[in-house]
Nanobody
Framework: QVQLVESGGGSVQAGGSLRLSCAASASTASNCMGWFRQAPGKEREWVATIYTGAGRTYVSDSVKGRFTISQDNAKNTVYLQMNSLKPEDTAMYYC?????????????????????WGQGTQVTASS
C-alpha cells in the first residue's frame, strides 16, 4: 500500500506562486498521479493528473495556463507548480494515485479511480 505525503503549501498574496510536492513511499512508475483541492463547504475538485509512464499531463480548465504538474520518477515525487494564484485557489490540496485504465489512460473527472490519498496541504491566496 503506497503512502503519499504532500508538502509545500502556505499563504501567499494573490499573484504569487507556490510549488507543492507529493512524495510516494513506493515507485510511482506507470501510475496516474493526481492533484485535487477542496475548499470549505465545497466538493473535492480535480485539478491535474500526470501519467508517469509517459509524462502525459491533464489539467483542468480552471487552472490551465497557471498550474503545471510534473514528475521526478527517481524521487517518486510529483509536483504542482502554481503561478498567478487567485483567492479562489484557496483550498486544501490533496495528492492521489490511481491505476491507469485502457492501458495508459487516467481518470480526470472527480475522485473515482483514485485509491490512495495524502493528508493534504493548505494553500491560501489572499487579495
Amino acid at each position: 500500500q503506497v503512502q503519499l505525503v504532500e508538502s509545500g503549501g502556505g499563504s501567499v498574496q494573490a499573484g504569487g506562486s507556490l510549488r507543492l510536492s507529493c512524495a510516494a513511499s513506493a515507485s510511482t512508475a506507470s501510475n496516474c498521479m493526481g492533484w485535487f483541492r477542496q475548499a470549505p463547504g465545497k466538493e473535492r475538485e480535480w485539478v491535474a493528473t500526470i501519467y508517469t509512464g509517459a509524462g502525459r499531463t491533464y489539467v483542468s480548465d480552471s487552472v490551465k495556463g497557471r498550474f503545471t504538474i510534473s514528475q521526478d520518477n527517481a524521487k517518486n515525487t510529483v509536483y504542482l507548480q502554481m503561478n498567478s494564484l487567485k483567492p479562489e485557489d484557496t483550498a486544501m490540496y490533496y495528492c492521489a494515485a490511481a491505476a491507469p485504465y485502457g492501458g495508459a489512460l487516467c481518470p480526470t473527472r472527480g475522485v473515482n479511480g483514485y485509491n490512495y490519498w495524502g493528508q493534504g496541504t493548505q494553500v491560501t491566496a489572499s487579495s
